[in-house]
């Protein structure tokens, strides 16, 4: 009684019917089984507490591999039928003695159990893993997402900051002005191309500075072939100061021009994408003495 007991608590029947004992461990357990009512009955409970929870937790298997199954089933029915047949033949020829054959060998059902038990428990560890992959899976997806939307307003957030900075100091830059008398304000009034053309012109006299107000230009927008080009008048003869374009949506109010010592006017007129040598004086847009 006290060695079955002893049996019972070495963990070893737990083994067992997961199947994971040698040949010959298999056999001392049937042989303690066989002697000790005890042992046979703890086998029988631990495999009907695995098999509840197996079948508890136990995934409907899809009618696709109940098709395969029966299929593999009726292709080995004609070596099953002949196997048969060749056994009743050799019973019906050869009389012998009358002898009781179990069914299955010893230890065949609870081996199917176990393996059953297994297969389930597989199947529920696999649902279990899948479900937590694809959780994770659609977490990853969302904080990627959330990822990128941070990054893009970074960038927005970086852009509108720039562009702050650099409006603050043009405009910094445009209200010291007044206190600096070499810088000079020269306004361009529109001519028979556009009456209504205007824009502003601050040169530095000394420094030799000279920039465009876009804030206060109206000038009509220039296409993709054609650009404004600044002149400045000096002794009479035309120089080039650069060429600008038009936009409603420029991001400087200061537009950066060509340096020069000395001018007596400043002039715009449209020529081709680029500039040109010399102005063409039809084209004429606007003009403005200092």
């Not at 049937?30 to 136990?58: D, F, G, R």
């Not at 054959?101 to 199947?123: D, M, N, W």
């Not at 804030?215 to 060429?243: C, I, R």
Request: hydrophobic share 45%; with cysteine; proline share 5%.
């Amino acid at each position: 009684m006290e060695e079955g007991k002893a049996y019972i608590e070495s963990g070893i029947l737990e083994l067992y019917v997961l199947g994971e004992l040698s040949t010959q461990e298999q056999h001392e357990v049937e042989a303690m089984a066989a002697k000790y009512p005890e042992v046979k009955a703890e086998i029988t409970a631990i495999e009907l507490a695995m098999e509840k929870y197996a079948m508890h937790n136990a995934i409907e298997p899809s009618p696709e591999l109940e098709t395969i199954i029966l299929g593999k089933i009726v292709a080995t029915a004609p070596v099953v039928q002949e196997k048969i047949a060749v056994n009743v033949i050799s019973a019906v020829a050869e009389p012998q003695q009358a002898t009781t054959v179990p069914l299955y060998p010893a230890g065949y059902e609870s081996k199917i159990r176990t393996l059953r038990i297994a297969l389930a428990a597989c199947a529920a560890l696999l649902l279990v893993a899948g479900v937590a992959l694809y959780s994770a899976h659609t977490e990853l997806g969302t904080a990627k997402n959330q990822i990128i939307a941070l990054n893009q307003e970074k960038q927005r957030f970086a852009t509108t900051v720039n562009y702050m900075t650099e409006t603050n100091k043009e405009l910094q830059t445009i209200a010291d002005m007044p206190a600096d008398p070499d810088w000079k304000t020269v306004r361009l009034a529109g001519t028979k191309m556009d009456p209504e053309a205007k824009m502003t012109v601050y040169w530095h006299t000394s420094g030799r500075h000279v920039m465009l107000d876009n804030s206060k230009m109206s000038l009509p927008k220039n296409d993709e072939a054609h650009q404004y080009q600044l002149w400045a008048l000096v002794k009479g003869k035309p120089v080039d100061l650069g060429v600008f374009d038009v936009k409603a949506d420029s991001s400087h109010i200061l537009l950066k021009m060509k340096e020069i010592a000395g001018a007596e006017a400043f002039a715009v007129t449209l020529e081709k994408r680029g500039g040109s040598p010399g102005p063409t004086m039809d084209q004429m847009i606007a003009m403005g003495g200092v």
